[in-house]
């Protein structure tokens, strides 16, 4: 028997979703919700039961990709793809990193709905197709998150404590307080560290070294 859970807020999307699984897998069970709650609720009521959720990235409670993330710490052994108008390249690589076996943007002809819905039930990962210049896009912005990287690398413990301090808004010498070093030395530490990272500002500092947190989390 093979159930299937479909979440979105929009009737219409879910009757397309529940023709394509019909197709594709001839699921004994389809289940539906219209929003995280609802998708926790079925989950809970079915006692995890699921072999696939098909779920909305911008469905109410979602919160962007948190939901899924959410989703898949109370349901680790639940796979969930994702669904979206959007596809662009990093969204599709986020949801992957953040424990999705697949994204299915709706735009998706019900046949290759349905080929990857087959793919993802027989263990495999479904990602979109991407044309050569999103690629390129991507490997260029992946070789320049790679250059931050390697730039903040190159801070010492204590620089690094300095720069999480100024992301957080704080002043030299709120800083050096809760360091126990000196105003002076505060200043020594953000010119080093904008010299290393080859920025004029603290907040371009603050900005890169996001980037490259975001990309880890």
């Known amino acids: 028997m093979t159930r299937i859970l479909i979440a979105d807020d929009h009737p219409m999307v879910r009757d397309a979703l529940r023709n394509a699984v019909l197709y594709s897998c001839q699921a004994s069970t389809v289940e539906e919700?219209?929003?995280?709650?609802?998708?926790?609720a079925a989950l809970d009521r079915l006692d995890g039961d699921v072999d696939l959720v098909l779920l909305d990235v911008t469905m109410p409670g979602m919160n962007g990709l948190n939901g899924l993330r959410a989703l898949?710490?109370?349901?680790?052994?639940t796979p969930v793809v994702m669904v979206?108008?959007?596809e662009e390249r990093r969204l599709v690589r986020e949801a992957i990193d953040s424990g999705a076996v697949g994204f299915i943007p709706k735009s998706t002809p019900r046949d290759v709905i349905a080929?990857?819905?087959r793919q993802v039930l027989n263990g495999d990962i479904y990602l979109p197709p991407f044309?050569?210049?999103?690629?390129?896009?991507?490997?260029?912005?992946?070789?320049?998150?790679?250059?931050?990287?390697?730039?903040i690398a190159?801070?010492?413990?204590?620089?690094?404590?300095?720069?999480?301090?100024?992301?957080?808004?704080?002043?030299?010498?709120?800083?050096?307080?809760d360091l126990g070093i000196t105003e002076t030395t505060?200043?020594?530490?953000?010119?080093a560290i904008l010299q290393k990272l080859k920025v004029y500002s603290r907040t371009q500092a603050v900005v890169i070294a996001n980037r490259?947190?975001?990309?880890?989390r």
């Open 131 to 151: 044309s050569e210049s999103e690629q390129a896009q991507e490997a260029a912005e992946d070789a320049e998150t790679a250059d931050i990287a390697r730039r």
């Open 84 to 86: 979206s108008a959007h």
């Open 186 to 191: 505060v200043k020594a530490h953000v010119s």
């Open 33 to 40: 919700a219209d929003s995280l709650d609802g998708v926790m």
């Open 115 to 117: 080929a990857a819905l």
């Open 72 to 77: 898949r710490q109370r349901f680790p052994a």
């Open 154 to 177: 190159t801070l010492t413990a204590q620089q690094l404590r300095v720069l999480e301090l100024v992301g957080t808004g704080k002043l030299n010498k709120e800083i050096a307080f």
């Open 212 to 216: 490259v947190l975001a990309d880890k």
